[in-house]
Nanobody, 118 residues
Framework: QVQLVESGGGLVQPGGSLRLSCAATKTTFSISAMGWYRQAPGKTRELVAEVTTGGSTNYADSVKGRFTISRDNAKNTMYLQMNSLKPEDTAVYYC????????????WGLGTQVTVSS
Protein backbone atom coordinates (compact mmCIF):
# COMPACT_ATOMS: atom_id res chain seq x y z
CA GLN A 1 0.00 0.00 0.00
CA VAL A 2 1.00 3.58 -0.61
CA GLN A 3 1.38 5.54 2.64
CA LEU A 4 0.07 9.10 2.44
CA VAL A 5 0.58 12.08 4.75
CA GLU A 6 -1.44 15.27 4.34
CA SER A 7 -0.35 18.69 5.60
CA GLY A 8 -1.19 22.35 5.18
CA GLY A 9 -4.60 22.54 6.80
CA GLY A 10 -5.58 25.19 9.31
CA LEU A 11 -7.88 28.07 10.14
CA VAL A 12 -8.41 30.73 7.48
CA GLN A 13 -10.85 33.59 7.01
CA PRO A 14 -13.42 33.56 4.22
CA GLY A 15 -11.78 34.64 0.98
CA GLY A 16 -8.40 33.37 2.10
CA SER A 17 -6.14 30.70 0.65
CA LEU A 18 -4.46 27.50 1.75
CA ARG A 19 -2.26 24.95 0.01
CA LEU A 20 -2.56 21.32 1.01
CA SER A 21 0.17 18.78 0.37
CA CYS A 22 0.01 15.00 0.21
CA ALA A 23 3.34 13.23 0.46
CA ALA A 24 3.56 9.60 -0.60
CA THR A 25 6.13 7.28 0.89
CA LYS A 26 6.42 4.77 -1.90
CA THR A 27 7.59 5.09 -5.47
CA THR A 28 4.22 3.82 -6.70
CA PHE A 29 3.13 7.48 -6.60
CA SER A 30 4.03 8.04 -10.24
CA ILE A 31 1.76 5.21 -11.43
CA SER A 32 -1.14 6.20 -9.17
CA ALA A 33 -4.18 8.25 -9.96
CA MET A 34 -4.51 10.70 -7.08
CA GLY A 35 -7.37 12.60 -5.54
CA TRP A 36 -8.47 14.96 -2.79
CA TYR A 37 -11.66 14.23 -0.88
CA ARG A 38 -13.32 16.02 2.01
CA GLN A 39 -15.78 15.18 4.74
CA ALA A 40 -17.71 17.77 6.70
CA PRO A 41 -19.39 16.93 10.03
CA GLY A 42 -22.55 14.91 9.46
CA LYS A 43 -21.89 14.54 5.74
CA THR A 44 -20.51 11.80 3.53
CA ARG A 45 -17.01 12.00 2.08
CA GLU A 46 -17.01 13.68 -1.33
CA LEU A 47 -14.59 14.08 -4.20
CA VAL A 48 -12.98 17.51 -4.41
CA ALA A 49 -10.50 17.02 -7.25
CA GLU A 50 -8.54 14.28 -8.95
CA VAL A 51 -5.52 14.02 -11.22
CA THR A 52 -4.51 11.11 -13.44
CA THR A 53 -0.99 9.82 -14.02
CA GLY A 54 -1.03 11.78 -17.26
CA GLY A 55 -1.99 15.02 -15.54
CA SER A 56 -5.65 15.22 -16.55
CA THR A 57 -7.77 16.81 -13.85
CA ASN A 58 -11.38 16.76 -12.70
CA TYR A 59 -13.07 18.99 -10.11
CA ALA A 60 -16.28 19.03 -8.15
CA ASP A 61 -18.57 21.79 -9.41
CA SER A 62 -18.45 23.48 -6.00
CA VAL A 63 -14.70 24.15 -6.26
CA LYS A 64 -14.20 24.79 -9.99
CA GLY A 65 -12.36 28.03 -10.60
CA ARG A 66 -11.21 28.25 -6.97
CA PHE A 67 -9.15 25.09 -6.35
CA THR A 68 -6.24 23.71 -8.37
CA ILE A 69 -4.89 20.19 -8.06
CA SER A 70 -1.36 19.33 -9.15
CA ARG A 71 1.26 16.64 -8.71
CA ASP A 72 5.05 16.48 -8.67
CA ASN A 73 6.16 12.93 -9.45
CA ALA A 74 9.80 13.76 -8.69
CA LYS A 75 8.81 14.64 -5.13
CA ASN A 76 6.07 11.99 -4.74
CA THR A 77 3.76 14.82 -3.71
CA MET A 78 0.33 16.08 -4.69
CA TYR A 79 -1.00 19.55 -3.95
CA LEU A 80 -4.33 21.32 -3.65
CA GLN A 81 -4.23 25.09 -3.96
CA MET A 82 -7.42 26.48 -2.46
CA ASN A 83 -8.35 30.11 -3.12
CA SER A 84 -11.43 32.19 -2.32
CA LEU A 85 -12.28 29.83 0.51
CA LYS A 86 -15.83 29.76 1.84
CA PRO A 87 -17.23 28.56 5.17
CA GLU A 88 -18.81 25.62 3.35
CA ASP A 89 -15.30 24.42 2.44
CA THR A 90 -14.76 23.56 6.10
CA ALA A 91 -14.03 19.84 6.35
CA VAL A 92 -11.36 17.24 6.91
CA TYR A 93 -9.48 16.86 3.65
CA TYR A 94 -8.09 13.45 2.69
CA CYS A 95 -5.82 12.38 -0.12
CA UNK A 96 -6.22 9.09 -1.91
CA UNK A 97 -3.96 7.08 -4.19
CA UNK A 98 -5.14 4.48 -6.70
CA UNK A 99 -2.17 2.53 -8.10
CA UNK A 100 -2.81 1.67 -11.77
CA UNK A 101 -6.13 3.58 -11.35
CA UNK A 102 -7.40 0.48 -9.53
CA UNK A 103 -9.91 1.49 -6.85
CA UNK A 104 -9.46 -1.85 -5.08
CA UNK A 105 -5.87 -0.84 -4.31
CA UNK A 106 -6.79 2.58 -2.90
CA UNK A 107 -4.86 4.06 0.02
CA TRP A 108 -6.05 6.93 2.21
CA GLY A 109 -4.21 9.49 4.27
CA LEU A 110 -5.33 10.37 7.80
CA GLY A 111 -6.64 13.77 6.77
CA THR A 112 -6.00 17.42 7.57
CA GLN A 113 -8.56 19.83 9.02
CA VAL A 114 -9.50 22.95 7.05
CA THR A 115 -11.66 25.49 8.86
CA VAL A 116 -12.93 28.60 7.11
CA SER A 117 -14.34 31.07 9.61
CA SER A 118 -14.17 34.70 10.57
Amino acid sequence: QVQLVESGGGLVQPGGSLRLSCAATKTTFSISAMGWYRQAPGKTRELVAEVTTGGSTNYADSVKGRFTISRDNAKNTMYLQMNSLKPEDTAVYYCAADPYSDLTLRSWGLGTQVTVSS
